[in-house]
């Protein structure tokens, strides 16, 4: 745990613990001298081979691999290692969204997968591990989009934009692409009221975007909403991936003007209708965060999850790690 701790001196707020006390308006960080990271050992006889896999599997098989956390008197983060015997092992990361967004969280486990690898490397040891190659009614999977997978549905919409001889320019990225085609997706999957309200959004990482622009290593919170209403039968109809494209696209051309602050409010308020009929439909994490890159000296994790999108009903978002 050397490296952690080396690691935390560079990151001296993690070491606090978050409370909102009932009556303040924001929450506060609190810290002591005594303070440090939460850190979980455990051990565990599931499949390692089933949980890192692509397949459908329950949401509930990797709560497991996630440390707990306190709402009231919370830790800025939690860490939890769980070992797989003969297999490998896994590091579950909690973090508080209060004080830190889903880039800063990355940058920490990077920072600390740096020091942990250029510490084996400086006293050239040899590892001595082995080789690592509702919610109770939901199931998840992992989905690998190729750029030839993505082609047609770019392609759809290219020529859906043509037709419509629209004066603004598409922003259509691999982002906007997969989106759209997921959102629609998950749409058509749910069925039922064709006249229900849907929101489609996500969160943008806002960092050179103020003026003056922050630092590339800013680490807290510096994120924006954009979303989209729309109802389900634009986007079950035949040109669905085609809208659903076209109001993303807008969304992240309204990121030039302004960050939607509003707009974030809105959709925290929106939350507690979604059991109403409103499907909410947002992502987690972002392609270019580059978690697949994370190396502790023992080669790129072989699976990356987001645990907590079975609460949100968020899609989360990596690389490939290809």
């Not at 990151?11 to 506060?28: F, S, V």
């Not at 956390?69 to 290692?81: E, G, K």
């Not at 830190?100 to 001595?128: M, N, R, Y």
């Not at 959004?201 to 050179?208: S, V």
């Amino acid at each position: 745990m050397l490296s952690l701790s080396l690691t935390l001196l560079h990151y001296l707020p993690l070491t606090g613990k978050i409370k909102w006390p009932p009556q303040a308006p924001k929450p506060a960080v609190f810290y002591s001298p005594k303070d440090g990271v939460s850190i979980t050992i455990a051990e565990s006889n599931a499949n390692f081979d089933r949980v890192s896999a692509d397949d459908i599997h329950k949401a509930l098989e990797l709560r497991p691999l996630t440390p707990e956390t306190l709402d009231d008197f919370a830790d800025m983060v939690a860490l939890q290692i769980t070992l797989f015997p003969n297999k490998g092992f896994s590091i579950g990361v909690s973090t508080h969204h209060a004080i830190f967004d889903g880039k800063s969280s990355t940058t920490f486990i990077k920072s600390w997968a740096h020091l942990c690898k250029s510490l084996i490397d400086e006293v050239q040891q040899s590892p001595v591990f082995p080789t690592f190659g509702k919610i109770k009614s939901l199931v998840r999977g992992t989905f690998e989009l190729t750029r030839e997978d993505l082609k047609k549905p770019r392609n759809r919409v290219e020529e859906y934009y043509q037709v419509k001889e629209s004066k603004n320019k598409l922003h259509l990225s691999t982002f906007v692409v997969t989106c759209a085609y997921v959102f629609v997706c998950m749409v058509k999957a749910r069925g039922g009221d064709r006249d229900r309200e849907v929101i489609i959004g996500f969160m943008a990482d806002y960092r050179a975007r103020p003026e003056p622009p922050t630092t590339s290593n800013y680490f807290r919170n510096c994120m924006v909403t954009q979303v989209s209403f729309l109802k389900a039968e634009d986007l079950m109809e035949e040109k669905g991936v085609e809208i659903a494209a076209e109001k993303l696209s807008e969304a992240i051309k309204g990121l030039e003007n302004k960050g939607d602050i509003e707009a974030l409010e809105e959709l925290f308020g929106l939350y507690g209708k979604a059991e109403g009929g409103i499907q909410i439909l947002g992502t987690a994490g972002l392609n270019r965060f580059g978690v697949y890159e994370t190396n502790f000296r023992w080669g790129r994790p072989k699976k990356v999850e987001i645990v907590s999108i079975d609460r949100t009903g968020s899609v989360s978002l990596a690389e490939s790690r290809c």
